[in-house]
């Protein structure tokens, strides 16, 4: 893979949809450990199902933003060269025409059944009576990586971050892991690291370049 570029929060904030860690970001708001984690859903799973409704819902109603669309038109210019690991949940990506997308995170418009681990198409509202199309059972569960838990794809990720030239990271804080560290690994495999972000990240010191201020502004100026 040519170029892999890891995607965070920032690239979805000029779309309307809330970062996590900015002034009035998700987790200024709610607490991380009550709304995503295994624990917290074990806790009060209607909370967390309020939570991710209202996220899904926010999501519904956004619309990608010329940073998602740069990223589509750079993979249509390089077929096959070009993929997306994001850990965002949201599906802008996709929405913006980018097909080679690794949701690390996993897909807020994805429901999982805890009994037999069957996927599907999560309706908006997820109610915890939904039952599962495949076993019939009451156990859904939104379809995301909640922190404990391991993300998805982790060796697809890791076999294109240490084969690539490029590797650029877009809208991330860079605070959480396993996703912050593929900057270092990136680098140390050879590639040349590019960051596009509004400020300095936790990770900012892992790349070759930097390219500060808004995703609308500079992905399409590094794209085109
Ligand atoms: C794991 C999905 C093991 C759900 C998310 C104790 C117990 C267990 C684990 C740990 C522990 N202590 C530490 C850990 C590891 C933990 C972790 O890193 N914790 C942090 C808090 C220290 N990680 C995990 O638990 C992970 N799993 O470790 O399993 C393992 C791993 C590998 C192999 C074997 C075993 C799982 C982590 C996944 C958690 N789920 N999301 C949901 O979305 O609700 S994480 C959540 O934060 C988001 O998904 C996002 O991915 C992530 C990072 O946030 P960012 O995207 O960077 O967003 P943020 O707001 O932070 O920053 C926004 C940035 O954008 C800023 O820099 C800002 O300047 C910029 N920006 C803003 N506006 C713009 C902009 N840029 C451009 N333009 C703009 N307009």
């Known amino acids: 893979m040519r170029i892999v570029i890891l995607t965070g929060a920032g690239i979805s904030a000029e779309s309307g949809l809330g970062t996590f860690r900015d002034k009035d970001g998700l987790w200024t708001r709610y607490d991380l450990n009550d709304a995503a984690t295994p624990e917290g859903f074990a806790r009060n799973p209607q909370l967390v199902t309020d939570f991710y409704n209202a996220r899904r819902a926010n999501c519904a109603a956004a619309d990608p933003n010329a940073a998602h669309h740069a990223l589509a038109r750079l993979e249509a210019a390089l ?18 025409g980018s097909q080679a997308v690794i949701p690390m995170h996993g897909a807020l418009m994805s429901a999982l059944c805890t009994g037999c681990g069957h996927r599907w198409p999560a309706p908006v509202a997820m109610a915890l009576s939904d039952l599962c199309p495949a076993c019939g059972k009451a156990r859904t569960r939104p379809d995301v990586v909640w922190f404990g838990e391991i993300p ?29 560290g593929l900057a270092a690994e990136a680098r140390r495999a050879g590639a040349q690291c590019v960051e596009l972000n509004l400020e300095r990240s936790e990770i900012s010191r892992a790349f070759h370049e930097r390219h500060f201020g808004p995703a609308t502004l500079v992905v399409p100026a590094w794209v085109d």
């Open 152 to 180: 998805y794809h982790m060796d697809a990720i890791v076999d294109a971050v240490t084969d690539c030239e490029i590797f650029a990271a877009i809208g991330t804080s860079g605070q959480v892991y396993p996703a912050a």
């Open 79 to 96: 077929p096959g060269e070009v993929m997306i690991v994001t850990q965002n949940v949201d599906d802008l990506h996709q929405r913006a």
